[in-house]
């Protein structure tokens, strides 16, 4: 069975520092990553890297967020610094194979 399970969310004030974890098991992966979703909003990709290496960004975190992968524990995971209000979401890890699967999702709250 494919899992993928989070950690690593909580409460920071804007300025401060997370980082999540995704661990995942069951499957080897392509590409993982993170999106992340606030109420009311569609889900936004932030990060993903690829079995090579290769990462990429979305606009609105690209040089404050880092997605770093451990290819031999089989996790993903994203140093998020500088987190501003506008950051506050569930975030989600995924990975790739013949299909996407996703974990349950974390919260990040960051108070102004």
């Known amino acids: 069975q494919v899992q993928l399970a989070e950690t690593g969310g909580g409460l920071v004030q804007a300025g401060g520092s997370l980082r999540l974890s995704c661990a995942a098991s069951?499957?080897?992966?392509?590409?993982m990553g993170w999106y992340r979703q606030a109420p009311g909003k569609q889900r936004e990709f932030i990060a993903m890297?690829?079995?090579?290496?290769?990462?990429f960004y979305a606009d609105s975190v690209q040089g404050r967020f880092t997605i770093s992968r451990d290819y031999a524990k089989n996790t993903v995971s994203l140093q998020m610094n500088s987190l501003k209000p506008e950051d506050t979401s569930v975030y989600f890890c995924?990975?790739?194979?013949?299909?996407?699967?996703w974990g349950q999702g974390t919260q990040v709250t960051v108070s102004s």
């Open positions: 890297i690829t079995s090579s290496g290769s990462t």
């Open positions: 995924y990975g790739d194979n013949i299909r996407r699967y």
């Open positions: 069951g499957s080897i992966f392509n590409a």
